[in-house]
């Protein structure tokens, strides 16, 4: 039985590789399970190069703040390598200016490094996010699969690390966070609870009041034009047109039409 606390859980979580591998040797994974575990961290430093959150953190420390709190909570390992890649079919860089692909190219990349169990997690955490599916997870807390509350879990353990410092309120936009999270404090703790780690329930609630009660001045924060992630290339580093193109003018146009068509239906 896990004995954790929710200020234990709020001071644990690494924010470093090294602090998540202490942790997991602290904790007696097997060898094998450590290498599961490497090869999810390698990956994610690859397909995070140069990425940063809104706040200004490597977006890397995301993911291992929140595989982290997973492997404090004590899931299996395969649960803490997919916390370490957990979003990467929407927003990894796999050097084909995309966004939100989960294409076979991409899927073949993880099956690589991390073997389709792995995958298939990474896939199934997209369809249970919280935000698009709080009542409905709500309401069939009862009636999920082992895997199912496992995944929600790694969600709310995302939301926490978001507020864990209060990063989400240097964000230069952060209500499309603080407006799901403060509104739904209450459903949010519930959840938790109703899945078993009130402990999380708890800790995200008192994350969440922080980053509620405090306010970060305008010169701290980012440039509302970034909203989520920056990405920083080394000045030698050459990007090929294509993937320019992608970027800067396919992708802005299908989000565009995309959000058309949803307005229109």
Request: glycine share 6%; hydrophobic share 45%.
């Amino acid at each position: 039985m896990n004995t954790l606390n929710a200020g234990a859980l709020l001071a644990g979580i690494a924010r470093t590789n090294v602090q998540l591998y202490n942790q997991l040797l602290e904790q007696g994974r097997s060898e094998s399970d450590l290498d599961l575990i490497r090869s999810a961290y390698e990956l994610a430093a690859q397909l995070y190069a140069g990425a940063y959150q809104a706040d200004g953190k490597p977006f890397v420390v995301h993911v291992v703040s929140v595989a982290s709190a997973v492997a404090l909570l004590g899931q299996p390992s395969r649960f803490v390598a997919t916390a370490l890649v957990h979003n990467v079919y929407n927003n990894g860089d796999f050097g084909d200016g995309k966004q939100r692909d989960d294409g076979a190219r991409r899927r073949r990349v993880l099956r690589a490094a991390l073997g389709s169990e792995v995958e298939e997690l990474v896939r199934r955490f997209a369809e249970l996010r919280i935000d698009r599916n709080l009542d409905s997870l709500l309401a069939r807390c009862d009636a999920m699969t082992e895997v199912d509350r496992n995944l929600v879990v790694m969600d709310l353990a995302d939301l926490l690390e978001k507020h864990l410092d209060r990063g989400v309120l240097y964000f230069g936009q952060s209500r499309w966070v603080t407006r799901f999270s403060f509104d739904n404090v209450d459903e949010l703790r519930r959840l938790a609870t109703a899945l078993g780690e009130p402990v999380l329930g708890q800790a995200l609630a008192e994350a969440i009041a922080s980053a509620r009660d405090s306010v970060v001045p305008g010169a701290l924060r980012s440039d509302p034009a970034r909203k989520y992630l920056r990405f920083i290339a080394p000045l030698s580093h050459r990007k090929r047109w294509r993937v320019v193109l992608q970027q800067r003018i396919y992708q802005p146009l299908r989000t565009r039409l995309g959000r058309l068509k949803r307005r229109l239906a």
